[in-house]
């Protein structure tokens, strides 16, 4: 099991710029496929972005290419996502995810692990 806390998340105004992150422990960082997603009120969990194990292949969303990098650090055991160029729309609980085995990077029920979420606000 791959313990998850995410960290980051805030108040910016739209056009602004945050960055998360997400610290792992519990299980081989290097070996987990990392995903972010995030969830709306009475909306369902949303793909954003995903990265390899070895951070060699990336994944985003339509919503968010060209505005959001995913990347990771396997020393640290971290994973990020920066944010730019944030609208009132990207406004969520985003959360980090891990995959352990083989599956699709953009279903949320493919990942094994989650972490407890955190809220980005992006006022207009």
């Known amino acids: 099991q791959v313990h998850l806390i995410e960290s980051g998340g805030g108040l910016v105004q739209a056009g602004g710029s945050l960055r998360l992150s997400c610290a792992a422990s519990?299980?081989?960082?290097?070996?987990?496929?990392m995903g972010w997603f995030r969830q709306v009120p009475g909306k369902e969990r949303e793909f954003v972005a995903a990265?390899?194990?070895?951070?060699?292949?990336?994944y985003y969303s339509d919503s968010v290419k060209g505005r959001f990098t995913i990347s990771r650090d396997n020393v640290k055991n971290t994973v990020y996502l920066q944010m730019n160029s944030l609208k009132p729309d990207d406004t969520a609980v985003y959360y980090c995810?891990?995959?352990?085995?083989?599956?699709?990077?953009?279903?949320?029920?493919?990942?094994?692990?989650w972490g407890q979420g955190t809220q980005v606000t992006v006022s207009s």
């Open positions: 995810a891990a995959r352990y085995y083989s599956g699709s990077y953009y279903r949320d029920s493919d990942y094994d692990s």
């Open positions: 519990g299980r081989t960082f290097s070996s987990l496929s």
């Open positions: 990265i390899s194990w070895r951070g060699g292949s990336t």
